[in-house]
């Protein structure tokens, strides 16, 4: 089994910056895509981004795109979201995904594992 722990959330107010952590553990596999998903209040969880493993390619949600940057580090097995000039409707529980799937990385259902999320709240 694979798990993710997330890490690096918190409150912050507008405008300012947060880089989440999600490190795999346990029977860890090369290869595997990345993605990060949030759920705020009252709301269906979402896509925000996700990273393929072997050639780095990122995919964002309109949303966040030129504020969020994912990346990896595939020697520690982490990836990052840091997250720039917040906004009070980034306000969520994000959580990490882990997929050996190529495609469908905006897709909840393409995703086998998941972390327990790391709440994130921008004070307006």
């Known amino acids: 089994q694979v798990q993710l722990v997330e890490s690096g959330g918190g409150l912050v107010q507008a405008g300012g910056s947060l880089r989440l952590s999600c490190a795999a553990s346990?029977?860890?596999?090369?290869?595997?895509?990345m993605g990060w998903f949030r759920q705020a209040p009252g709301k269906e969880r979402e896509f925000v981004a996700a990273?393929?493993?072997?050639?780095?390619?990122?995919y964002y949600v309109d949303s966040v795109k030129d504020r969020f940057t994912i990346s990896r580090d595939r020697a520690k097995n982490t990836v990052y979201l840091q997250m720039n000039s917040l906004k009070a409707e980034d306000t969520a529980v994000y959580y990490c995904?882990?997929?050996?799937?190529?495609?469908?990385?905006?897709?909840?259902?393409?995703?086998?594992?998941w972390g327990q999320g790391t709440q994130v709240t921008v004070s307006s």
């Open positions: 995904a882990g997929t050996k799937y190529g495609l469908g990385l905006r897709l909840q259902s393409t995703y086998h594992y």
């Open positions: 346990g029977r860890t596999f090369s290869g595997a895509n």
């Open positions: 990273i393929s493993f072997s050639d780095g390619r990122t």
